[in-house]
């Protein structure tokens, strides 16, 4: 019998350069269409210094610091994530605000940042690993930093049917899912964090805004 290993997208994707490209490519693109929306929705400029953890390769910082000239960043994602950042900040201008780290936010985060942006990061994990990630931004943070996340919130039953088939295509992709503002709230809780405010950004986005609790 032939042995089958189990991979992981994550693991697949750092094992196969040309597929971890072009997910790359696609994660950026999506960045900068939502960029709009969620720019309206938050007021990044209350913030000095902004963290893009799992942030690829830097679309979304790139846009946030593009708006905010006042504004530094640091980028954080694994190794073979981050070696593609630099072009495209240096594309957006932005290169030389920007601070690039590489890790497993498994493990930690960098400190010192005034916001800490995860967008679209959490619904790909279970809840034990989301908290997991939490827990690791919370040792990070400073009590008045804010937490920020850019995610769909599940409307009600019989409603906002697109977060509801997102939630099916996380499962069965990445074994993730959607979550309510309820349980957000929860889920927060578990992290070390107390929600503060839900920004709506749009019909199937919201910035999560939360304070170390």
């Known amino acids: 019998m032939q042995n089958t290993t189990i991979m992981d997208v994550w693991t697949y994707r750092e094992r196969h350069s040309e597929e971890n490209a072009i997910f790359n490519a696609a994660m950026s693109a999506l ?5 709009a929306q969620e720019m309206s929705a ?8 902004i963290a ?4 690829g390769t830097g679309a979304l910082l790139a846009t946030i610091l593009g708006k905010h000239p006042d504004s530094r960043g640091i980028l954080f994602d694994q190794s073979h994530v ?14 030389d605000r920007v601070r690039i780290e590489s890790g497993s936010f498994f493990e930690r985060v960098p400190s ?10 959490l619904h790909d994990w279970p809840d034990a690993e989301a908290i997991t990630i939490l827990r690791c931004c919370r040792a990070a943070m400073r009590p008045d930093a804010r937490l920020l996340l850019i995610e769909s919130v599940v409307g009600p039953p019989n409603e906002d049917p697109q977060s509801k088939f997102l939630d099916l295509l996380m499962l069965v992709s990445a074994g993730g899912t959607e979550r309510t503002e309820s349980e957000w709230r929860a889920l927060l809780a578990e992290g070390g964090f107390q929600l503060c405010r839900v920004h709506p950004a749009g019909p199937t986005s919201a910035v999560i805004e939360a304070s170390p609790a």
């Open 31 to 35: 960045s900068r269409a939502g960029a």
């Open 42 to 49: 938050y007021d990044f400029s209350r913030h000095r210094i």
């Open 52 to 55: 893009d953890i799992a942030g």
């Open 82 to 95: 981050v070696a593609a950042a630099r072009a495209v900040l240096e594309r957006a201008g932005v290169a």
């Open 112 to 121: 010192g940042a005034d916001a800490y942006v995860m967008r679209r990061i």
